[in-house]
């Protein structure tokens, strides 16, 4: 059963190899999706050749508006219909709060929360016209903990400021049939980091999560498809954990 058939999902932050957005677009291709890919990094291009069927690839930087809403239109004018959004771009530092840079600050927050709100508020008039739509925000168990693995403050912050973002948009969209939710992803198994969390350092992490392991991007890819899919069509507003039990409430 394909529970994607004929969509169109913007999936951002979908460049690397082992992301959890490519991750995502490969789940929702396999299900019948089609794809459009965004991030900044122009290696999107080559990623949609990976996918099962005819998709597309965007270079945007998801902090600015403009090109939010510019790659919107693009998405638009090739597929002519957005159904879903998963905003999966994200950039992590493990910076102490004193040797934080405004800077830096800005390009945590920007791209982790600014970027959200932009691609909501970039698909929000098509979905709003054609009165349904599904907009996932990955989130992280560090902004429910604060942190504690390699994010600290400002990436707890933004990642915190995802689920009140989320919230506040199923709150408001929900009259119109769009549902908005978030995902919590714990440790996962891939290079996120950019090399900091060692193979020793993940076996040390994974001690102390009740399933004994990591997650896979691929497990979040699954939780996002239900989200995405009509298995959820009464869930809106809610923050889904992918944790192997990390943070149990």
Do not use: W
Not at 105 to 127: C, E, K, T, W
Not at 170 to 197: C, H, Q, S, Y
């Amino acid at each position: 059963m394909k529970l994607l058939s004929n969509k169109v999902a913007v999936i951002t932050g979908s460049a690397a190899p082992l992301s959890i957005g490519l991750a995502t677009a490969r789940v929702f291709a396999e299900h019948g999706a089609r794809i459009a890919l965004v991030d900044i990094d122009d290696e999107i291009q080559a990623r949609q050749d990976t996918l099962v069927g005819a998709h597309s690839a965007y270079v945007a930087d998801v902090s600015d508006h403009a090109q939010c809403e510019q790659t919107t239109a693009k998405i638009i004018d090739a597929f002519g219909r957005i159904d879903v959004l998963v905003n999966s771009a994200g950039v992590v530092k493990g910076t102490p709060l004193l040797d934080i840079s405004q800077q830096e600050y800005d390009q945590i927050l920007d791209v982790n929360l600014r970027g959200s709100f932009n691609m909501a508020q970039a698909v929000l008039p098509h979905m709003r016209a054609r009165g349904v739509g599904s907009i996932i925000c990955m989130s992280s168990i560090a902004g429910q903990s604060g942190g504690g693995v390699f994010g600290s403050s400002h990436y707890a912050a933004a990642k915190s400021g995802i689920f009140g973002l989320s919230k506040a948009l199923a709150r408001e969209l929900a009259p119109e049939g769009i549902r908005v939710n978030a995902v919590a992803p714990g440790p996962i198994d891939n290079n996120f980091t950019k090399g900091r969390m060692t193979r020793e350092i993940k076996n040390e992490i994974a001690k102390k999560i009740p399933m004994g392991r990591l997650g896979e991007p691929i497990e979040v890819a699954n939780a996002c498809l239900f989200l995405a899919s009509n298995l959820s069509s009464y869930v809106t507003g809610i923050v889904l954990d992918v944790n192997g039990g990390l943070l149990i409430h």
